[in-house]
């Protein structure tokens, strides 16, 4: 059975930073690629960042610059660590994992029960 855990959400000002963790079990880490995805309220889930199983990365627009994913295969956990954070982050993110490189969460295998980021002005 596959599970998706994810932690490190929190409230934070603008400008500051998180770290989101997500430690993956039940299946074969280092074959899937791994992503977040963020939903806001009253919005759909939307893509935030990916990374392949030997470490390419595709983020959204909105974050690039300011967001970077990593992965620890022997430990089975990938990372998202968000800096310069903005109001408009605020949301549930939530952890994906997929054989395959999705970007469309509609298609995504596995999903983490996700964890709430919010960011104050």
């Known amino acids: 059975q596959v599970q998706l855990v994810e932690s490190g959400g929190g409230l934070v000002q603008a400008g500051g930073s998180l770290r989101l963790s997500c430690a993956a079990s039940?299946?074969?880490?280092?074959?899937?690629?791994m992503g977040w995805f963020r939903q806001a309220p009253g919005k759909e889930r939307e893509f935030v960042a990916v990374?392949?199983?030997?470490?390419?990365?595709d983020y959204a627009d909105s974050v690039k610059g300011r967001f970077t994913i990593l992965r620890d295969n022997a430990k089975n956990t990938v990372h998202l660590q968000m800096n310069s954070l903005k109001v408009e982050d605020t949301a549930v993110y939530y952890c994906?994992?997929?054989?395959?490189?999705?970007?469309?969460?509609?298609?995504?295998?596995?999903w983490g029960q996700g964890t709430q980021v919010t960011i104050s002005s």
């Open positions: 990374i392949t199983w030997s470490g390419n990365t």
């Open positions: 994906a994992a997929d054989p395959l490189v999705v970007l469309n969460p509609l298609y995504v295998d596995y």
């Open positions: 039940g299946l074969t880490f280092s074959t899937y690629a």
